[in-house]
């Protein structure tokens, strides 16, 4: 088996093209990896999270990594590493419009989690967690494939 190295354009278009992955941030002791669901557009990751130890990571140190990979036929892959920096898309107004873009690239993607009692922009007396949206800006970009 041969590897090569994937060029940022083919990285960029693996990236638009998938919509799963690995995110990686510092934990307390060990690095902390989950699996999400994502949306690429303009050099950023966006994704969405309820609150809890991720969001809680991310905002102590806003460095993280991303994995997202292909696994194919006959031993062929495809692997693709971003490193950047945490974004929260803050539910304020002047975040607001960012917020709804992010939303609508998250709800393309087939299978993205949504909470069943969330919806975005209406209005509720019932206490819920609030969703956040992020995004992840791409400084470092790397990939390798089989050839």
Known sequence: MQLREMTDNACIEFLANHMFGHLGCSGEQYPYIVPIH????GRRLFMFSM???????????????FHAEELGQD?????????GRFEELTDTPARRDERIHAWSLLEKRAFWW???????????NEPLDAPIFFSLSIE???GRETI
């Open 140 to 142: 470092v970009l790397s």
């Open 51 to 65: 609150p809890g130890l991720k969001i809680d990571r991310l905002r102590a140190n806003p460095l993280a990594s």
């Open 75 to 83: 031993r062929k892959w495809k692997s693709v590493l971003v490193h």
């Open 38 to 41: 994502y949306a690429y557009e």
């Open 114 to 124: 949504e909470p069943g009692s969330f919806n975005f922009g209406a209005d509720t």
